[in-house]
């Protein structure tokens, strides 16, 4: 971790990419109460839909790597004082590699080509994000969430989309903050690339920076993450990744 002076140069701050720092800083505070039988899976699912994280296994360690793409420092309802520690996410967002037509493996199927881009139509866009969570100043009482893209709304109709029930949110802003950065993913990242590499690429995990170069289609250093791989028998891997706008998911954060 690196130290950064906090306010004042009176309180210390913390700056990494870890799953506490990222909640803290963007402001995703969390009242944690289970009380009824429900597999982890389940519960790991709903968490990290709320955070808007992804779960990674390394095979050895179970990573959490939030989506968010940019330094946060705002730390809303964490502030100075009374020895609390501020910190500040910086997510690594360095590509691990760059990729040519040289490292792109053709597919089995001749009329297919290396690279299959897939993007979302505009008129599918989730552009309205509504998410239910138990009002600390309203007796914990079921409150709903909602954050929408006017634009898209107006021009394509509402698009709804349920995150469903997070109890664990008792504040307005932290719910609120949830479903804005769910929103801005939606809208931005529409954009899904396909294509397979050799084993010399099992390196690779969900989640890494990639820069792919590709000719035919006018792709020159065009950043995605990995969202998927699959290893076949021949140990040929097929990576599945989505368009990475860097900065898209930076936004108003509610306190």
């Not at 800083?25 to 597999?39: H, Q, R």
């Not at 050895?60 to 100075?80: A, I, M, Q």
């Not at 881009?117 to 994000?129: H, I």
């Not at 969430?145 to 898209?152: I, N, V, Y």
Request: net charge negative; glycine share 8%.
């Amino acid at each position: 971790t690196t130290l950064f002076s906090g306010s004042g140069g009176t309180t210390a701050g913390v700056g990494d990419a870890a799953l506490q720092s990222y909640c803290q800083a963007y402001g995703l505070g969390w009242s944690l109460a289970l009380n009824n039988a429900e597999p982890a899976s389940s519960i790991i699912d709903r968490w990290m839909k709320n955070l808007v994280v992804a779960v990674v296994w390394t095979g050895s360690t179970l990573r959490f790597v939030p989506f968010c793409d940019s330094y946060v420092d705002t730390n809303p309802g964490f502030e100075s004082g009374g020895g609390r520690i501020l910190r500040y996410y910086r997510g690594n967002l360095t590509a691990v590699a760059s990729l040519t037509d040289n490292d792109y493996v053709q597919s089995d199927e001749e009329d297919s080509d290396p690279i299959v881009v897939s993007r979302v139509d505009p008129w599918d866009v989730k552009n309205t994000v509504r998410i239910n969570f138990r009002d600390r100043y309203n007796y914990f009482n079921d409150v709903p969430s909602e954050a929408k893209d006017e634009l898209m709304a107006e021009l394509y109709g509402p698009r709804v989309e349920r995150m469903g029930s997070a109890d664990e949110f008792t504040h307005g802003s932290y719910a609120g903050n949830a479903v804005q950065q769910q929103l801005q993913r939606n809208v931005a990242v529409r954009q899904t690339v396909e294509f397979r590499l050799d084993p010399r690429w099992c390196i690779l995990e969900p989640m890494d920076i990639l820069l792919i170069n590709e000719t035919t289609l006018g792709f020159v250093n065009f950043p995605v993450r990995v969202k998927e791989i699959v290893e076949d028998e021949k140990g040929i891997l097929t990576v599945t990744c989505e368009e990475f706008p860097q900065g898209s998911m930076t936004g108003t954060i509610l306190s």
